[in-house]
Nanobody, 114 residues
Framework: EVQLQASGGGLVQPGGSLRLSCAAS????????MTWIRQAPGKGLEGVST????????YYIDSVKGRFTISRDNAKNTVYLQMHSLKPEDTALYYC???????WGQGTQVTVSS
């Protein structure tokens, strides 16, 4: 059974930082790229960042470039999203997404507000 458990969200002031983690199981994690996606209130799903299977190649949407960093630890079957300089528009439910299998798990809420 594929499981993707995101954690690390919370309430943070604008300019603050959070580190999201996603623990994966049920598939050969090290063989696949992974993506963080988010859904803001009243909006659709948005792909935020992707990392290749070995972690060498990364992709970010323009709105988070320079502020977010995606990484992974294949020994721990975990993908991370380090977020700095958070803005109110980053407020969303964040999920990690296994593209090839079409799975995403329970998300973690990030709220940026003063």
């Amino acid at each position: 059974e594929v499981q993707l458990q995101a954690s690390g969200g919370g309430l943070v002031q604008p300019g603050g930082s959070l580190r999201l983690s996603c623990a994966a199981s049920g598939f050969t994690f090290s063989s696949y790229g992974m993506t963080w996606i988010r859904q803001a209130p009243g909006k659709g799903l948005e792909g935020v960042s992707t990392i290749s299977d070995g972690g060498v190649n990364t992709y970010y949407i323009d709105s988070v470039k320079g502020r977010f960093t995606i990484s992974r630890d294949n020994a721990k079957n975990t993908v991370y999203l380090q977020m700095h300089s958070l803005k109110p528009e980053d407020t969303a439910l964040y999920y990690c997404y296994w593209d090839s299998g079409g799975y995403w798990g329970q998300g973690t809420q990030v709220t940026v507000s003063s």
